[in-house]
């Protein structure tokens, strides 16, 4: 199993809006609505931002959103503010042998 | 307030076996509902799921790692723990133990994390 594709990077300005995109397969992300987004700053461990596609835990800003179309699912922060410079991964679960598997990391830079 | 803690040595030399332990308060193992994950992240890499035990005390590992895994559960003691056999130095990671909920499969809480590195 293959880890999910994400850009390796995506950058904007405070206030505007920024997409990370997540390329799976059918087997994970076009196949099931248990897509994941996690945010990590250095040397900490990462934060559930997203769950089931688009839904927000408690305590998360609805800056935050997810969609899913095809075996792509997006990430969108909107108002871009310099606290939300750090890593972003996304996962899903899959049907095949592996259960979990994790994108492959977008590091947000925040101009 | 869920809080996992991980612990165990730092430094493991290669063909040996890695030993972590997953201390969990505010909440028990032995409840249903979620299931209690090791993820690793080597330096400046991504996230790779090692894999889970469920409350049952039935367990799923990454195949990639199937062969060297087993992680158990102390239900006294409110703990699981992960044993990685046979370690070489690409098994140098942060270990991350969390929680994941049967019904969003997500990890929604998770330990700091332990660097283990394997070096003799």
């Known amino acids: 199993q293959s880890a999910l594709t994400q850009p390796a990077s995506v950058s904007g300005s405070p206030g505007q809006s920024i997409t990370i995109s997540c390329t799976g397969t059918?087997?994970?992300?076009?196949?099931?609505?248990?897509v994941s987004w996690y945010q990590q700053y250095p040397g900490k461990a990462p934060k559930l931002m997203i769950y089931?596609?688009?839904d927000r835990p408690s305590g998360v800003s609805n800056r935050f959103s997810g969609s899913k179309s095809g075996n792509t699912a997006s990430l969108t922060i909107s108002g871009l503010q310099a606290e939300d410079e750090a890593d972003y991964y996304c996962s899903s679960y899959t049907s095949t042998n592996t259960l979990e598997v994790f994108g492959t990391g977008t590091k947000v830079t925040v101009l | 307030q869920v809080q996992l803690q991980e612990s165990g040595p730092g430094l493991v030399k290669p063909s040996q076996t890695l030993s972590l332990t997953c201390n969990v308060s505010?909440?028990?193992?032995?409840?249903?509902?979620?299931?209690w994950s090791w993820i690793r992240q080597p330096a400046g890499k991504g996230l790779e799921w090692i894999g889970r035990?469920?409350?049952?005390?039935?367990?799923n590992y990454n195949p990639s790692l199937k062969s060297r895994v087993t992680i158990s559960e102390d239900t006294s003691k409110n703990q699981f723990s992960l044993e990685l056999s046979s370690v070489t130095a690409a098994d140098t990671a942060v270990y991350y133990c969390?929680?994941?909920?049967?019904?969003?499969?997500?990890?929604?809480?998770w330990g700091q994390g332990t660097l283990v590195t394997v070096s003799s």
């Open positions: 969390a929680r994941e909920a049967t019904q969003w499969l997500a990890n929604d809480y």
């Open positions: 505010g909440g028990s193992i032995s409840r249903g509902s979620y299931y």
């Open positions: 089931e596609v688009s």
């Open positions: 059918s087997s994970d992300i076009g196949g099931y609505n248990y």
């Open positions: 035990m469920y409350s049952s005390g039935s367990t």
